[in-house]
């Protein structure tokens, strides 16, 4: 991939025309409707990503005019469709059920545009969104793209001209995907509110899930059903095959126990994210006695100690990156010493505040939370570490 400015259309004609055996393409923003001629050249393309559709006012002149568009009749893979509304719809139409790869997260679709469009992409293996698909949406996956294996939803109600839409994922619309989709592999979401009983319907329907990820939104004053311990036990017990899991809740969303659950039952993760999860340090040491499989750990906004970190490194034996941001610090860090052991290298980061630009253009004062950043490394510690990182510790290197 070459990253280049001012491309002329004209040129992607030329290379449409003599790279006749020209499967993907991959642009910047270009506008659909001057790449006609390339689509109509590229006879062979199977995948296509970038260009954009113009803006609402330059589309009020004429409505209908992206119906000249007609994608490659193989193509497979589509993305970008930048700022791409109800208006352009009927191009990706008539290709909807042969795709297999949809990526609509730059679009400005509403619920029922998902709906429509959905419906017909019956071939859709990989499908990534924004939420505001909706739970209504993704009972519209759920019912026919029975071949999914990869669903992404990403936070995207605060678009601009969305944010009327009251259709954001909760776990009704990740327990009918759970049910409806079995050979999901891959499971990213954003939601707005979740329960017990959805997790349980992951665990019990997912069997191929390798990497599941889940953002808990605070859209919701009040969460339906928490914390979420049980239905986290179930998911880990039933998803056997799970590589990575992330978990990013609120306060309250999961206790010691349910940590103290993650542990034990991720006998096979490598990568974990956790957010705002467990109430004290004993959660943090129960979860540190199982995971013997993992190696890259980030934590965010937790209660834990120095100390307990620290416990919880040397415990995690296949351990080689953790990185911690937001936890109860001292000053100086000096409790994270006892984490140190050859070839593991420490560096801490105390809370400072900067000064921003807010409301109106004032000025606000924020407060950046302390951050832990360890790792191994056989040529010892790295030199680009930022000016606001301290190294603690001895630095090792197999060289030395």
Same mark, same amino acid.
């Given at each position: 991939?070459?990253?280049? &400015?001012?491309?002329?259309?004209?040129?992607?004609?030329?290379?449409?025309?003599?790279?006749?055996?020209?499967?993907?393409?991959?642009?910047?923003?270009?506008?659909?409707?001057?790449?006609?001629?390339?689509?109509?050249?590229?006879?062979?393309?199977?995948?296509?990503?970038?260009?954009?559709?113009?803006?609402?006012?330059?589309?009020?002149?004429?409505?209908?005019?992206?119906?000249?568009?007609?994608?490659?009749?193989?193509?497979?893979?589509?993305?970008?469709?930048?700022?791409?509304?109800?208006?352009?719809?009927?191009?990706?139409?008539?290709?909807?059920?042969?795709?297999?790869?949809?990526?609509?997260?730059? @679009?400005?679709?509403?619920?029922?545009?998902?709906?429509?469009?959905?419906?017909?992409?019956?071939?859709?293996?990989?499908?990534?969104?924004?939420?505001?698909?909706?739970?209504?949406?993704?009972?519209?996956?759920?019912?026919?793209?029975?071949?999914?294996?990869?669903?992404?939803?990403?936070?995207?109600?605060?678009?601009?001209?969305?944010?009327?839409?009251?259709?954001? =994922?909760?776990?009704?619309?990740?327990?009918? #995907?759970?049910?409806?989709?079995?050979?999901?592999?891959?499971?990213?979401?954003?939601?707005?509110?979740?329960?017990?009983?959805?997790?349980?319907?992951?665990?019990?329907?997912?069997?191929?899930?390798?990497?599941?990820?889940?953002?808990?939104?605070?859209?919701?004053?009040?969460?339906?059903?928490?914390?979420?311990?049980?239905? =986290?036990?179930?998911?880990?017990?039933?998803?056997?095959?799970?590589?990575?899991?992330?978990?990013?809740?609120?306060?309250?969303?999961?206790?010691?126990?349910?940590?103290?659950? #993650?542990?034990?039952?991720?006998?096979?993760?490598?990568?974990?994210?956790?957010?705002?999860?467990?109430?004290?340090?004993?959660?943090?040491?129960?979860?540190?006695?199982?995971?013997?499989?993992?190696?890259?750990?980030?934590?965010?906004?937790?209660?834990?100690?120095?100390?307990?970190?620290?416990?919880?490194?040397?415990?995690?034996?296949?351990?080689?990156?953790?990185? =911690?941001?937001?936890?109860?610090? @001292?000053?100086?860090?000096?409790?994270?010493?006892?984490?140190?052991?050859?070839?593991?290298?420490?560096?801490?980061?105390?809370?400072?505040?900067?000064?921003?630009?807010?409301?109106?253009?004032? &000025?606000?004062?924020?407060?950046?939370?302390?951050?832990?950043?360890?790792?191994?490394?056989?040529?010892?510690?790295?030199?680009?570490?930022?000016?606001?990182?301290?190294?603690?510790?001895?630095?090792?290197? #197999?060289?030395?």
């Amino acid at each position: 991939m070459t990253g280049l &400015e001012n491309v002329n259309v004209n040129d992607l004609e030329l290379i449409a025309t003599n790279c006749r055996s020209l499967t993907s393409l991959k642009i910047s923003e270009c506008d659909i409707l001057d790449l006609r001629n390339v689509f109509k050249k590229a006879r062979v393309l199977e995948e296509f990503g970038g260009g954009s559709f113009s803006s609402s006012e330059e589309r009020a002149v004429e409505p209908n005019i992206y119906e000249m568009v007609k994608f490659p009749t193989k193509l497979m893979s589509l993305s970008g469709l930048n700022y791409m509304s109800e208006t352009e719809l009927p191009a990706i139409f008539p290709r909807a059920s042969s795709l297999k790869k949809l990526d609509l997260q730059y @679009t400005l679709l509403s619920t029922e545009n998902y709906c429509q469009l959905l419906q017909s992409c019956i071939n859709i293996e990989v499908l990534e969104v924004t939420n505001v698909i909706g739970d209504r949406g993704l009972e519209v996956v759920a019912e026919n793209c029975k071949k999914l294996r990869r669903l992404r939803v990403e936070r995207g109600e605060d678009e601009a001209g969305l944010e009327g839409e009251q259709n954001f =994922v909760s776990h009704k619309g990740l327990s009918v #995907i759970a049910q409806g989709c079995p050979n999901l592999e891959y499971i990213a979401v954003y939601v707005s509110d979740m329960t017990n009983s959805a997790l349980e319907s992951v665990g019990k329907f997912c069997k191929n899930l390798k990497d599941f990820r889940l953002v808990l939104l605070d859209k919701k004053e009040q969460v339906t059903d928490l914390p979420l311990d049980n239905g =986290v036990m179930a998911l880990l017990l039933g998803c056997q095959k799970l590589r990575r899991f992330g978990f990013y809740l609120r306060p309250g969303g999961l206790t010691d126990i349910g940590l103290g659950y #993650i542990g034990k039952f991720s006998s096979n993760v490598r990568w974990m994210i956790l957010g705002y999860l467990g109430e004290t340090d004993f959660g943090l040491l129960e979860f540190s006695k199982g995971c013997p499989n993992l190696e890259k750990l980030e934590l965010r906004g937790c209660c834990f100690s120095e100390y307990a970190l620290s416990v919880a490194v040397l415990s995690l034996r296949s351990l080689k990156y953790i990185w =911690v941001q937001g936890y109860n610090a @001292t000053p100086t860090g000096f409790d994270l010493l006892a984490m140190e052991r050859p070839f593991w290298n420490i560096e801490f980061t105390p809370a400072f505040q900067v000064t921003v630009d807010g409301f109106n253009l004032e &000025e606000e004062i924020t407060e950046k939370p302390a951050q832990i950043l360890a790792y191994y490394s056989l040529a010892g510690r790295r030199t680009d570490h930022p000016d606001s990182a301290t190294p603690l510790g001895a630095s090792r290197s #197999i060289l030395a």
